[in-house]
């Protein structure tokens, strides 16, 4: 037999009936029905965004078979609408037997007739209304017993303890880029910017719960499952170089979240907010997003979003699975991008002026003179680009996405209809950077000699000899498939088309030098690098071969490896 149950019958069970064990639980938990066989599953997912109508679509196609007795996880930010929270809550209490909810930044937004704490307090009293909870509670089987805490928190810019990126001018301040600031509205003396919201949202998790009492009893629990909105470990986002906002780590961390979640030690943390998915072992703790985020970044950043199957891979889909009776803690999740990439290659928060194209033309524009020396596009040599770590289908979606890209500028070229202005920003950074410029065999000798380079043969083809070392990579073949390689072969052709931080040259063959420039708009565009970093050698491999550059056979692999 297994029975849900709280904490508050626990606390008895352990201790004697006392009356103080129950106080400073809040808020009455309804009781489950009890089944006689069967499992329980706990489901997490964050950032359901229902005001976004194919965000509602997808919801409402979620496999609830068999949910009944099961537990969601909704790490926050539903909606700023009443209404559409109510309903979502709602919609999970029909489906899932136990509805455990923290709200999230979109929530709290309103009109100054009301503060955000006060909106804060009616969110906990519309969960109560529905039987949605807020606070500690256990999830009973009869041979496990899982404490769930959630914990309320807000962001503030101190929790960010990494070094700024430098050499880069024109970033906003973070009270200027998130809608948080105008949004939102504190009561006298409490603001965001200096962390008094952040603390006074932080004071009601102690009005929820008995927090010593939660940390004295946590050792008679199995599993610990601890979940906020925001994020209490910097590890748990992107380095500051690789995101569109660079300062965003300003605006989406705690540090009395981090407080509670390195003291209370859960074995898994969820959280929310930033939308990237995330599945990653900080200090003993494992931190996981599963976020649904908007439809638009699940189209054009799916491999960034997604944590495995969530939320894209199934035909009937279903929030992200974190426990299983009969299994314990679901396993961990290599198609989460970011926590991938971090897995694969740690963290380099040090690396403060090297940013890829994309950062760079969100706006920033290298300070000349003494720091602007410093400032350079492209990424660490050696290390695949992001997205690549994403689930197979995405990485094939988005790679299709950006080959459709190019071939459209290519239409419109051929048409004289292509208009460079705009495709970058800012005309500073513009000039140039979106045609691929040919390199002569003599200079790439010297970059050869400084193992700046990675040589990509794209000949078409089958040829006795190539570059020796080169990437075989033949156009548009395998310049426009690679993306659907296995894991284990993206990974490998990808860290060796990034090798050396120069520039990647591509040789083709010297007659045909249209489709050498087709394959280097191709993979600049795949793997997010400027055109012109991406150089096609002027004469193709007949100039190689004639700068006594050195070649290779082919062998058995005959026109490529890939
Ligand atoms: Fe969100
Ligand atoms: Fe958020």
Request: hydrophobic share 40%; with cysteine.
């Amino acid at each position: 037999m297994f029975d849900f149950d709280d904490l508050e019958r626990v606390l008895s069970e352990d201790e004697g009936s006392h009356a103080s064990d129950a106080e400073g639980l809040a808020q009455p938990r309804p009781r489950q029905p009890v089944q006689e066989h069967g499992h329980v599953r706990i489901w997490a997912i964050s950032d359901l965004h229902t005001d976004d109508p194919k965000n509602k679509e997808w919801l409402a196609h979620i496999d609830t078979k068999d949910t009944a007795n099961d537990v969601i996880i909704v790490a926050g930010d539903i909606s700023h609408k009443w209404e559409i929270i109510r309903a979502t809550l709602s919609f999970f209490k029909e489906h899932y037997g136990r509805v455990f909810y923290v709200p999230g930044n979109h929530e709290l937004w309103g009109g100054a007739e009301e503060d955000s704490m006060q909106k804060l307090e009616k969110l906990l009293k519309l969960c109560a209304e529905l039987h949605v909870e807020t606070a500690p509670a256990e999830v009973a089987t009869s041979s496990r017993r899982v404490l769930v805490v959630p914990l309320l928190s807000w962001h503030h810019p101190q929790w960010d303890t990494e070094p700024d990126i430098e050499g880069w001018q024109g970033l906003l301040p973070v009270d200027q880029m998130l809608s948080d600031y105008p949004l939102t509205h504190w009561p006298r003396g409490i603001s965001i910017k200096d962390g008094t919201a952040a603390k006074a949202v932080d004071k009601i998790n102690d009005r929820l719960m008995d927090w010593e009492q939660i940390l004295a009893r946590r050792k008679n629990f199995h599993e610990v499952l601890s979940f906020s909105h925001f994020l209490p470990r910097v590890e748990a986002n992107p380095e500051k170089r690789y995101l569109s906002y660079p300062n965003l780590a300003k605006g989406i961390g705690s540090n009395y979240l981090r407080a509670r979640v390195e003291t209370l030690q859960p074995d898994v943390h969820v959280f929310g907010h930033t939308h990237f998915g995330y599945d990653l072992v900080v200090d003993g703790i494992r931190y996981v997003q599963a976020p649904l985020a908007m439809s638009s970044e699940r189209q054009s950043r799916g491999t960034t979003v997604a944590v495995g199957d969530f939320p894209d891979g199934k035909s009937r889909p279903h929030p992200f699975l974190v426990w299983h009776s009969r299994s314990g803690w679901a396993p961990r999740c290599r198609g989460a991008a970011w926590s991938a990439y971090v897995e694969r290659y740690g963290r380099r928060p040090d690396v403060t002026s090297l940013v890829p194209s994309y950062v760079a033309d969100c706006g920033l524009e290298p300070i000349s003179g003494i720091g602007g020396a410093k400032a350079k596009v492209g990424w660490l040599p050696g290390r695949m680009p992001v997205w690549f770590f994403g689930p197979r289908e995405h990485r094939i979606r988005e790679a299709a996405a950006e080959a459709d890209k190019v071939a459209e500028r290519l239409r419109k070229e051929a048409a004289g209809t292509f208009k460079r202005a705009g495709t970058f920003k800012h005309r500073k950074q513009q000039i140039g950077s979106d045609e691929p410029l040919p390199i002569e065999a003599s200079e790439v000798a010297i970059l050869m000699n400084k193992g700046e380079v990675a040589i990509l043969d794209v000949r078409e083809g089958d040829f006795a000899s190539r570059p020796a070392g080169c990437v075989p990579l033949s156009h548009p073949s395998q310049t426009s498939n690679f993306a659907a390689l296995p894991d284990a072969e993206l990974l490998e052709l990808g860290e060796r088309m990034m090798t050396g931080g120069g520039p990647r040259i591509l040789v083709g063959e010297g007659s045909s030098p249209a489709s050498c420039r087709h394959a280097a708009l191709l993979l600049a565009a795949l793997l997010r690098l400027w055109p012109r970093d991406v150089r096609p050698l002027r004469g193709g491999f007949d100039a190689w071969v004639k700068q006594g550059l050195p070649v290779e056979p082919t062998g058995s692999l005959g026109h490529g490896g890939y």
